[in-house]
Nanobody, 127 residues
Framework: QVQLVESGGGSVQAGGSLRLSCKAS????????KAWFRQAPGKEREGVAA????????AYNDSVKGRFIISQDNAKNTLDLQMNSLKPEDTAMYFC????????????????????WGQGTQVTVSS
């Protein structure tokens, strides 16, 4: 049974940092496309960051560029998201996702690309 389980969420003040981790079981992230999404109340789920090619190229939502870093730990089979300089507008439920494809440079921000999703971890940033 494939499971993606997120952890690391919490409450932090603006300017602080959090590190999210997504642990896969029954599945190996490998070279397939994988991403972090977020969804705030009343808003659509949006792509935050992704690893989009077999050689590990990354893509970021403009709103998090320079603040967030996505990475993969093959030994632990995890997908991580280091979030720095957090802002109140980063408050959302964060989800990890994995795709059955290994190239998603143009499509990474579409939820339709991914067939595996975690249950989410809440991030709350106060001003």
């Amino acid at each position: 049974q494939v499971q993606l389980v997120e952890s690391g969420g919490g409450s932090v003040q603006a300017g602080g940092s959090l590190r999210l981790s997504c642990k896969a079981s029954g599945y190996t992230f490998g070279t397939n496309c994988k991403a972090w999404f977020r969804q705030a109340p009343g808003k659509e789920r949006e792509g935050v960051a992704a690893i989009v090619t077999v050689d590990g190229a990354t893509a970021y939502n403009d709103s998090v560029k320079g603040r967030f870093i996505i990475s993969q730990d093959n030994a632990k089979n995890t997908l991580d998201l280091q979030m720095n300089s957090l802002k109140p507008e980063d408050t959302a439920m964060y989800f990890c996702a994995a795709a059955p494809y290994n190239w998603c440079l143009q499509s990474w921000g579409s939820t339709d690309v991914y067939d595996k999703w975690g249950q989410g971890t809440q991030v709350t940033v106060s001003s």
